[in-house]
Each structure stands twice: as C-alpha cells, then as structure tokens.
C-alpha cells in the first residue's frame, strides 16, 4: 500500500523568508500524481500545487514551487517570501495515475509565519 | 462558479444515533469522495462516488454508508454513532473523467461531535 510521509510536524519561517517542506512517498507504481493542500485555521483545504510523476520539470506556482525527486521519492515543497496568509497545516497527497483511485494523504505539517 | 458545499457545518449528536451529512460537488464534477479528519489519524480516506456508484471504499466499518444522486450531490450517514466518531468530515469533488482532470477540490468540512 502507498504512504506518505512528512516528518516535520511543526515548522516556523519569519516574514518574507524562505521555508521548505519535506515529504516522502512509498509506491512501486511508476505513473502518479503528487499534490500539495493547504488547510487554513478556517479548515477549506486549497489545492496549492500538483506533480505528474512522468514530468521532470518542477511544478511552480507563484511564489509555490516543488522539489520532484522520483528515484528518492521526495517531494518537497518550497514557499518563497512567505506570508502571514501561508500559516496553515499543509499535506502531502499521492494519487495513482489510474482515475478513479483514491488520495493517500500524509499527516501534515503545521507552518507558523512570524511577523 | 460555487464551490464544494457542505450541511450542516456543525453537529451534534449522541452515542447511539445515527446521522447525515449532506455534500453538493462543484458544478460539472461527477466525483465525490469523503474523508474523516481526526488528530490522531489524520485525513482518511471514506469512499468515493461516480455516477451514482460507489467506486472506492476505504477502511471503515458498515456503520458508514454514503449514496450518490443523479445531479452528482452525496450524502453520507453514520449509524450507530460512537464517541470515536467525533471528527471534521471532508467532502471533495472532481471531474473524474480522465486521469489528468483528477484533482480534487475540497468543502469546508462538517465538524460532527458525538457526546
């Protein structure tokens, strides 16, 4: 079965500042998707970025951008000039290529932005 | 265009009982899928729908059933409630028609409290 795992429960980054977070996945499938969901204190989880795994180049979103690394199966998340706004727990989702198949979400990480 | 809806937001209800959460998906979205959000176990994944059928079926008992209607709206219902079934209910759409469309978009969650 896939897993997730994000092995920093809590991180912090000061205003406008730079913050990485990590993520790992288990799969034998060689065809998936990865994503990024932030859920804010008002609990809407907000899709933030998504990855096909057959894509080498890294998804950017803005000031969002993602470390693919399929042969590690790493697949961590990069949050440029952070903002008071980006304060939320975020999670790590993998889905197989097949449609229909259900997400596999990791147990999140909680960022504090400090002003 | 409306995104996903969830009613009620907020519930209460005692051991024993039984209830009904109701989700409206984004217009065109023919996938519905539901997630139990506790702290302890994180996002887990219920079931999903498509076309009325369900499609996924996740590690629960039978207690939790779900049903999907024509205009693509779900419901789901917990019979027999119990106190560990006190958590953030997430419903979540997509379009489900090929692999690639497949991201799904989240509602604001009903939080169900069992007493």
């Known amino acids: 079965a896939q897993t997730v795992t994000q092995s920093q429960p809590e991180m912090s980054v000061q205003e406008a500042e730079t913050v990485t977070l990590s993520c790992t996945y288990d799969t034998s499938e060689s065809d998936y998707y990865l994503f990024w969901y932030k859920q804010p204190p008002s609990r809407q989880m907000i899709l933030v970025i998504r990855?096909?795994?057959?894509?080498?180049q890294n998804a950017t979103e803005n000031r969002f951008s993602v470390n693919f690394q399929k042969a590690a199966k790493s697949f961590s998340l990069k949050i440029s000039d952070s903002q008071l706004g980006d304060a939320a727990m975020y999670f790590c989702a993998y889905r197989k290529s097949n449609y229909g198949q259900n997400f596999v979400f990791g147990p999140g990480t909680r960022l504090s932005v400090l002003p | 265009k409306a995104g996903v809806t969830q009613t009620p937001r907020y519930l209460i209800k005692t051991r024993g009982q039984q209830v009904t959460l109701s989700c409206s998906p984004i217009?065109?979205?023919?996938?519905v899928s539901w997630y139990q959000q506790t702290p302890g176990q994180g996002l887990q994944f219920l079931f999903e729908y498509f076309s009325e059928t369900q499609r996924n079926k996740g590690n629960f008992p039978g207690r939790f059933s779900g049903r999907q209607f024509s205009n693509s709206r779900s419901e789901m219902n917990v019979s027999t409630l119990e106190l560990g079934d006190s958590a953030l209910y997430l419903c979540?759409?997509?379009?489900?028609?090929?692999?690639?469309?497949?991201?799904?978009?989240f509602g604001p969650g009903t939080r169900l409290t069992v007493l």
């Open positions: 990855q096909e795994a057959y894509k080498q």
């Open positions: 979540a759409s997509s379009f489900a028609d090929e692999a690639s469309t497949d991201t799904q978009y």
């Open positions: 217009s065109g979205h023919r996938s």
